[in-house]
């Protein structure tokens, strides 16, 4: 079945030092999503990038969706302490309203 | 506009026992999927439901049902609860399914004695 992985699965960052995790999907995608969770709540939806080779852009973080439509990343400049969390991907299996699949995330520590 | 209601928000149970859980979706979205989150499992989906019809299933035995009445409200049941069933059950709603934007609720942590 279609996996999702995420790459790092930690990382931990000083404060002002940049972050970048990385989502791949074992089958293309017709959309990515993006979620963070801070510690003890719940996954909040931060984007959602649906053409190939599509790059936004929220404040400090960049989102990029592959051209082949099968990756995705998410970049930060300068890391705060507000960043900490996990960010997971996410992607559905198929048509428009197949089941999504999450990646397992990259938890985030800030030092500061 | 309320967010994404779980109720309760903590809940202790033995084995054996069964569990309801309840979700109140964001007013007008019809979508309501259910994930089970643990440290280990990271978030697992269970199901979906769409116009009080289940549309999506994970791979989950049969001992956790679930339901959507017509105003959209959601339950999930588990039976015969095991140890390995404690976590965080989630759910979430989005206006007509999981292709868009999800909005999760605060979760019910569910823990098995």
């Known amino acids: 079945g279609q996996q999702v992985m995420q790459i790092p699965q930690y990382q931990h960052v000083q404060e002002g030092e940049d972050f970048t995790t990385y989502c791949n999907s074992s089958?293309?995608?017709?959309?990515i999503q993006w979620y963070k969770q801070r510690p003890g709540g719940h996954p909040v939806f931060l984007i959602q990038?649906?053409?190939?080779?599509e790059v936004k852009k929220q404040k400090r973080l960049t989102f990029q969706f592959g051209e082949a439509k099968k990756n995705s990343s998410l970049h930060i400049t300068a890391t705060q302490t507000t960043d900490v969390g996990t960010y997971f991907c996410?992607?559905?299996?198929?048509?428009?309203?197949?089941?999504?699949?999450f990646g397992p995330g990259t938890s985030l520590s800030v030092i500061p | 506009k309320a967010g994404v209601t779980q109720t309760p928000r903590y809940l202790i149970k033995t084995r054996g026992q069964q569990v309801t859980l309840s979700c109140s979706p964001i007013?007008?979205?019809?979508?309501v999927s259910w994930y089970q989150q643990t440290p280990g499992q990271g978030l697992q989906f269970l199901f979906e439901?769409?116009?009080?019809?289940?549309?999506n299933k994970g791979n989950f035995p049969g001992r956790f049902s679930g339901r959507q009445f017509s105003n959209s409200r959601s339950e999930m049941n588990v039976s015969t609860l095991e140890l390995g069933d404690s976590a965080l059950y989630l759910c979430?709603?989005?206006?007509?399914?999981?292709?868009?934007?999800?909005?999760f609720g605060d979760g019910t942590r569910l823990s098995i004695l």
């Open positions: 979430a709603s989005s206006l007509l399914g999981n292709n868009q934007p999800q909005h």
């Open positions: 089958t293309t995608l017709s959309n």
């Open positions: 990038l649906v053409k190939s080779g």
């Open positions: 996410a992607g559905p299996t198929g048509t428009s309203y197949d089941k999504v699949i």
């Open positions: 007013s007008g979205h019809r979508s």
């Open positions: 439901y769409f116009s009080e019809t289940q549309r």
